[in-house]
């Protein structure tokens, strides 16, 4: 099994920044690849930023392209998301997930554990 724990959610106001961590502990491998979706009040699961921990690889959804930015610390087993430029839309509860694969994906039902989550809330 493979725990997963999200941090640094918080109230912004636009234009600001947050950065979520997601520490990674429990059973190894050696590649997997973490994933950062988020979920607003009456809309579906979406997308946001996804590292290969092996190679750092990264992707992005175009909503967020330029302004977040997912990067890993080995030595601290955690993966970050920094958010800068936030605006109002980015307002959500922000999951990071594990998939076991070497290769990154977007797609949530892909990623076998999920964190708990934590919400964001940018105000206008």
């Known amino acids: 099994q493979v725990q997963l724990v999200e941090s640094g959610g918080g109230l912004v106001q636009a234009g600001g920044s947050l950065r979520l961590s997601c520490l990674v502990s429990g059973r190894t491998f050696s590649y997997y690849t973490i994933g950062w979706f988020r979920q607003a009040p009456g809309k579906e699961r979406e997308f946001v930023a996804a590292?290969?921990?092996?190679?750092?690889?990264?992707n992005y959804a175009d909503s967020v392209q330029g302004r977040f930015t997912v990067s890993r610390s080995n030595a601290a087993n955690t993966v970050y998301l920094q958010m800068n430029s936030l605006l109002p839309e980015d307002t959500a509860a922000y999951y990071c997930?594990?998939?076991?694969?070497?290769?990154?994906?977007?797609?949530?039902?892909?990623?076998?554990?999920w964190g708990q989550g934590t919400q964001v809330t940018v105000s206008s």
């Open positions: 590292i290969s921990w092996h190679l750092a690889e990264t």
């Open positions: 997930a594990a998939r076991v694969r070497r290769d990154i994906s977007t797609q949530g039902e892909s990623y076998e554990y």
